[in-house]
């Protein structure tokens, strides 16, 4: 009987676990998706002449 | 008090341009920065003393390099004073922002972040102007990949009476471990990036030297600069090790856990704490060494020999500095039924949960591989040095998928996403394309306010109340006073501030509201004339 009484609530942990698996999984994917989109615009970015801006940022010291 | 004291920050900018040079280019972006009304109001640089050293020495004035003699009129500088009560100024090469006296590490980051909208703003104004060719573009970041470097610094009020000793002592501790959690990333190792290689922070390798006064050469770990702008019962230390990091989170903690730390050295006797003790047990056996491996060290295990024979990881030595706050705060504050110190305030509360949260992260990420470091997206929100890693490490997996990460550096491609994250230019940069992945600790509509409103609870209200009221009739100002110009009567009025915890709008609002003139302000807060 206490059995009985447990597993419904066991099952239903089970499944609140699962979705919670599967929220995380579908949050760190469209996180990821999100993040590549992300990266697309930043490699535009990269491609005007990096040479020449990195070799150009030149500073003199501060404080 | 708490996490509460007065703090303010300054932050140095990289700037560039198609030609000219950088002193020209810095003179060009504060020049945007002046309206015509605010723009001949001077800096007051009587008070300023360079050369006063905290260990209770003074540099002989023929011995300090020119450089050091930030009290000596310049005559090309530039100042601004910003309606907030912060300050726009030329330094060396670079245009730099002071923010106003603020209370606490939240809002400190919230007029932080107001200072690149002021420093933004006036590089458009710049560029408009026609000024270098309209190419004025500036960074927020510490080095050029080249040798050089300039600043960020913060600067706290504490009690004088605690030792000196006892604040480098402990200071040094934080400074060289904090890194794990304050860094922003950086390619290159070395001052000239010699060795290729990924960093946690900008500024680790430009430091030489432990405790000492200067702050351009040979820079030290702890800066003696004694120069408190405050009540001769304290003292301000100024902090010149810090990242210029874009990310919120850094930044609260890099401010709240060092102002936790002085809290901890000023009531450490109330609490029964043999702090000599506790600070031996934490001594590094060579702080600067340490502090170039803990920055060079993404494994975040390495071993760091103390002065006493054994060894310490970076991320023990912060576990060990953060339970002698709760220690302190235990006995200072009494604890609740779950052992929790009662803290005093909401701060305090947050940046103690930040802190740990702070030690979580670094904990995962140390025993966390390639792949996991990549996806750790909630530790990358709150890591600024993670999450440019990751940006770097992806576009690396793009553009070489072959080559080892350290090697693949070379492509300056990669190199340009180091620089591109600290663009102040919100198209150009990497960092506002990823700003909202990050945890913010103050909304854009906060960080806009304080660009142009100053904190109610210090000296900086008044000081951004007249100059935004009545900006034709300052004739100098500095942290510390307020001098108009010559009154109907010919007399000029002079206000002294010592106290940055007083002339607040509870203080001075009434005489503001009452006044049709700066003078009758003055009168009405017993100014002296002469």
Not at chain 2, 210 to 216: F, G, I, M
Request: net charge negative; charged share 25%.
């Amino acid at each position: 009987m206490p059995q009985e009484q447990r597993s419904p609530s066991t099952q239903h942990d089970d499944t609140a676990a699962a979705e919670t698996r599967h929220k995380t999984t579908t949050r760190a994917d469209a996180g990821i998706d999100d993040l590549d989109a992300i990266l697309d615009d930043i490699e535009t970015v990269l491609e005007t002449n990096a040479e020449e801006y990195v070799s150009g940022f030149v500073q003199k010291g501060g404080e | 008090m708490s996490v509460k004291r007065v703090i303010g920050t300054e932050t140095e900018y990289a700037v560039t341009a198609a030609h000219g040079n950088p002193v020209q280019w810095s003179f060009d972006v504060i020049a945007g920065a002046a309206d015509g009304r605010a723009r001949r109001i001077r800096w007051d640089y009587r008070q300023e003393d360079p050369v006063n050293d905290m260990r209770g020495r003074r540099l002989e004035r023929a011995a300090a390099r020119p450089d050091m003699l930030t009290d000596e009129p310049q005559p090309h500088i530039t100042n601004v004073l910003a309606d907030n009560g912060g300050r726009l100024y030329v330094d060396h090469a670079h245009p730099e922002y002071s923010s106003p006296e603020t209370t606490d590490p939240f809002t400190a980051v919230v007029y932080d972040t107001a200072g690149d909208m002021l420093m933004r703003r006036a590089a458009a104004r710049a560029n408009a102007d026609g000024r270098a060719d309209g190419t004025l573009r500036l960074y927020r970041n510490n080095v050029d990949g080249k040798g050089a470097s300039w600043g960020a610094h913060e600067n706290y009020m504490m009690r004088r009476d605690v030792p000196f000793d006892d604040v480098a002592a402990m200071m040094t501790a934080h400074f060289v471990t904090r890194q794990q959690y304050t860094g922003s990333g950086r390619i290159g190792i070395g001052e000239r990036g010699e060795r290729p290689g990924f960093q946690l922070s900008q500024r680790a390798d430009y430091f030489h030297m432990n405790v000492a006064l200067q702050t351009t050469f040979d820079r030290p770990i702890v800066n003696t600069r004694d120069e408190p702008h405050a009540p001769a019962d304290m003292r301000r230390l100024h902090v010149i090790v810090g990242d210029a990091n874009r990310m919120d989170v850094p930044r609260v903690l890099k401010l709240g856990t060092t102002s936790m730390l002085l809290w901890t050295l000023e009531h450490a006797d109330d609490a029964g704490i043999d702090i000599d003790a506790r600070l031996g047990e934490l001594r590094l056996a060579d702080p600067v060494d340490a502090m170039h491996r803990v920055s060079h060290d993404l494994t975040l295990a390495e071993p760091l020999a103390l002065a006493e024979g054994s060894v310490m990881t970076a991320w023990q030595i912060q576990v060990m500095l953060n339970a002698l706050v709760y220690e302190t705060a235990a006995a200072v504050h009494g604890v609740d039924t779950r052992g929790e110190p009662i803290w005093p305030d909401r701060e305090t509360r947050s940046v103690m949960m930040m802190w740990k949260q702070a030690l979580v992260d670094i904990a995962t990420i140390r025993h966390a591989d390639v792949c996991e470091r990549l996806q750790a997206e909630g530790e990358a929100s709150r890591l600024e040095w993670l999450l440019k890693w990751q940006i770097i490490e992806r576009m690396r997996a793009r553009l070489h998928p072959d080559t080892p990460f350290d090697e693949a550096l070379h492509d300056p491609r990669l190199q340009m996403i180091d620089l591109k994250w600290a663009s102040l230019d919100d198209e150009g940069s990497i960092f506002a394309k990823l700003r909202a992945r990050t945890e913010r600790t103050a909304s854009d509509d906060e960080v806009a306010e304080a660009s142009h409103t100053p904190p109610e609870d210090t000296r900086a209200w008044l000081r951004g109340t007249l100059v935004t009221r009545w900006p034709g009739q300052i004739r100098a100002a500095s942290w510390t006073r307020i001098t108009t110009l010559d009154d109907p009567d010919g007399m000029q009025w002079t206000l002294d501030m010592a106290n940055p915890l007083a002339y607040t709008r509870e203080q001075c609002s009434a005489a503001v509201a009452a006044a049709d003139d700066i003078w009758d302000v003055m009168r009405a807060l017993g100014a002296h004339h002469d």
